[in-house]
């Protein structure tokens, strides 16, 4: 709900988006199958992740991570519409301790 939300506002913006389901999965130039997944890529650059949960927001980011990794993008949006406010985090390939 929350993320056909995200792509109508996107829409009604003139921003240029793309509804990534699944992507494919490779070992060793193999593939292996497809991985499914619910991301936003806006403008070819940027993914979003929209979730509605009560779960530890570090694990959200590293599954956003490790799908930028893939993908070869920088940097990804987290979204999370659980409870009275949005919570929006900014996520990077790597981490900067």
Known sequence: MYRRATMVELRKQIIGYEYIKEFPVFYQSVALGKHETRLILVE???????????????????????HLRHQGKEPGILANFYGTRLSISLVRRTTTN
């Open 44 to 66: 070819d650059n940027i993914l979003v992740a929209t979730f509605a949960v009560k779960e530890n927001e570090d694990a959200l980011k590293n599954r956003l991570r490790s």
